[in-house]
């Protein structure tokens, strides 16, 4: 059952609100998921579970998912947008996301959100407004896009004709395409799994972002495998590194159904592609067998991986192990496993080098959520010849800042790194302030991105986080890559030792990692 809340903007649905009783009879208060701003929302009632306590079947066919979500946008009209977790979001797989619909479909996909709306029994959200944007000084912003336009196009252009899936090729290029459970990062294939041949073979149109030039999405038609004849979202860079050189994977047409089953199950690709590509390796090297998991995880065997990404979404069989993600599979393995793990914090890292990209080896290893490549950004242009990693902690510092604020701004970073440039500059602080009316300075704006890191950090803290966490994966400090254009690079243990004690004092952090009282006073926290 649908329920359906108008409320003025500014103001929220709250039970004790006359036309609320049927959100009270639901069981829901969607009081804390609103913010004011939101005109109007729609939520599916909490799931139902059989009397054995087991969950009801998803309210939607898995294969008309992402049919029904458009339905649900069209029902609220144009403009309308849903976010909605799948039967990975229900079982509580902790690695579940949020599929986003609109224009350019996209996911919510790191550290199982999914799993969060599925525990708090909470299946959809559709929101639609017809508030027009309010911008201070339209004109010099107009103005600023149009004389930044040239550039933007030229920076974007193989986003928009490959979208992000070129950096396949140009990765493998550099010998830092994560390969075979990142025992080596130079795969054979990569052609065949390249934007190159996705555009050749399968591409159907191009999608973006509301207003966006760019346009970096792209359908693609599915020709083999369970979905064919269908036209689905087109797998990403991060999926093809995931469920393709990861998985020693070169058939493009098992990673565009699997990116698909992944989509309609609400399964994170990264960490899913990256758990069977540990699972795989702990078989190879005898740390677990078969026998004890109940069923074979291998490389090089594309129609096993969608299969295995369905079993996990519903936890059925190996899928229950498979749900828990590679570093509590780690555990539970024991042995030598952790030799294995390619995760920080729990989360598994995502296609860009912690070994061959000197500054990911930092961003990684002090990234709030781990694994995450969107918290310190990766800069190849800065990486050849091999730079070391003396200029890195600043980089990373100033990366973080970037990120923090952009997401809190809700940039894009395509646009931002390639049209205003990266890290935080007077072009991005200009344009916040025709946006928003402010008289921002750059290190006004730098500010900021502190003040949220240091919130961030704090958080971690009260939940353990400290410089014990702040860590690599065994194989990128102790094997160096093996071949390519980056053999020989990896970051030691001494060499994390001394960017960690670098960092932490350019952050205003004691050596254990903990923002100190003073650079809390300092930045208004304490």
């Known amino acids: 059952m649908w329920h359906q ?109 999914g799993a969060v709306m599925g525990v708090k029994k909470l299946k959809a959200i559709v929101v639609s407004g017809r508030r027009r944007t309010r911008i201070a000084d339209r004109q010099s912003l107009l103005k600023r896009i149009r004389e930044k336009s040239a550039t933007m196009k030229e920076n974007t252009k193989l986003l928009t004709t490959y979208g992000t899936p070129f950096l396949v090729n140009v990765i493998n290029a550099k010998g830092m395409l994560g390969t075979r459970n990142n025992s080596t990062e130079v795969f054979a294939h990569s052609q065949d799994i390249s934007g190159e041949r996705i555009k050749e073979k399968y591409w159907h149109k191009d999608t973006a972002c509301f207003g966006c030039p760019v346009a970096c999405g792209k359908n693609v038609h599915v020709i083999k495998g369970e979905y064919a004849g269908m036209t689905v979202k087109m797998p990403e860079y991060e999926t093809l590194y995931a469920v393709g050189s990861m998985l020693d994977n070169r058939d493009i047409d098992s990673i565009i159904n699997g990116n698909h089953a992944c989509d309609l199950m609400g399964i994170d690709t990264i960490s899913m592609g990256v758990t069977l590509s540990f699972v795989a390796e702990c078989i190879e090297k005898g740390i677990i067998s078969e026998k004890e998991i109940g069923e074979k995880v291998d490389f090089a065997d594309g129609a096993a991986m969608v299969s295995l990404i369905k079993k996990t979404a519903r936890k059925e069989g190996i899928g229950a192990l498979l749900a828990l993600g590679s570093a509590r599979l780690a555990g539970k393995f024991g042995k030598d496993a952790y030799k294995y793990l390619y995760a920080v914090k729990g989360l598994e890292i995502a296609g860009h080098s912690a070994r061959g990209l000197r500054g990911m080896s930092l961003s990684y290893s002090t990234s709030t959520r781990g694994g995450s490549h969107h918290d310190g950004r990766p800069n190849y242009a800065k990486e050849d010849p091999d730079p070391g990693f003396t200029p890195q902690p600043k980089y990373i510092q100033k990366s973080q800042y970037f990120t923090a604020v952009g997401d809190s701004l809700v940039l894009c970073r395509f646009i931002a790194e390639r049209g205003l440039g990266t890290p935080l500059n007077e072009e991005i602080a200009k344009i916040v302030g025709y946006v928003t009316g402010w008289d921002i300075t750059l290190a006004e704006l730098e500010r900021i991105g502190e003040r949220i890191y240091n919130l961030e950090r704090l958080i971690n803290v009260t939940r353990g986080i400290s410089r014990k966490d702040d860590t690599l994966p065994y194989r990128v400090m102790n094997e160096p890559i093996p071949e390519g254009p980056a053999k020989g690079r990896y970051c030691s243990k001494a060499d994390l030792d001394a960017l960690l004690d670098t960092f932490y004092a350019l952050r205003g952090w004691d050596q254990n990692g903990i923002p100190t009282k003073e650079k809390l006073t300092e930045l208004g926290l304490k």
């Open 5 to 113: 809340y108008h409320h003025s903007p500014g103001y929220l649905p709250t039970p004790i609100m006359e036309d609320s009783s049927e959100l009270l009879r639901s069981g829901r208060d969607l009081t804390p998921l609103l913010s004011p701003g939101f005109h109007q929302i729609l939520c599916i009632s909490p799931l139902r579970r059989r009397a054995d306590n087991s969950m009801m079947p998803p309210i939607y066919e898995v294969k008309q998912h992402m049919r029904r979500i458009a339905a649900l946008e069209e029902q609220k009209g144009k403009g309308a947008v849903c976010a909605s977790i799948g039967p990975a979001g229900e079982q509580g797989v902790l690695f579940a996301n949020v599929i986003l619909g609109g224009a350019r479909p996209g996911a919510a996909g790191r550290a199982g959100m």
